[in-house]
């Protein structure tokens, strides 16, 4: 060991809190197990590396979920003009369907056109309400 310089050191100092462990003496830190393998020498030091290697980036797509247009449809259907509310009852409720399925793209096309129904029966059931309020005053 005399003629690697510098390794004798350190392996000493593995021994010396090996053999403190071993006669009941604490170092202030853990003991190091050393084990023994047959046909290398033990005075050899092992190095440690560490490699790092670029993965390749793939894209995500994130689809979030269209918007649940099925209680103001309901409400176009029952408080504006039925007709459209009623087609837009129908879509909202095939818009959660293909939603839940994680058809995201036709849920917010149905979506869509649930919404445009909704707009148009508020709009046709205050433009009814006003023409028969005129008419009858």
Aim: glycine share 6%; net charge negative.
């Amino acid at each position: 060991m005399a003629e690697r310089a510098g390794y004798d050191q350190l392996e000493n100092k593995y021994i010396s809190s090996y053999t403190a462990s071993r006669e009941g003496i604490l170092p202030s830190y853990q003991a190091v197990t050393q084990y023994q393998q047959t046909g290398f020498d033990q005075s050899s030091v092992l190095y440690q590396s560490t490699t790092h290697m670029t993965q390749p980036v793939g894209t995500v797509i994130i689809q979030t979920r269209p918007p649940d247009l099925l209680l103001p449809s309901i409400f176009a259907c029952f408080c504006c003009f039925w007709p459209s509310g009623l087609f837009a009852v129908f879509y909202a409720i095939k818009a959660n369907t293909l939603a839940g399925e994680g058809k995201y793209e036709e849920a917010r096309r149905m979506s869509d056109i649930a919404g445009i129904l909704v707009i148009i029966s508020v709009v046709l059931g205050i433009s009814c309400i006003t023409v028969a309020a005129v008419i009858t005053t």
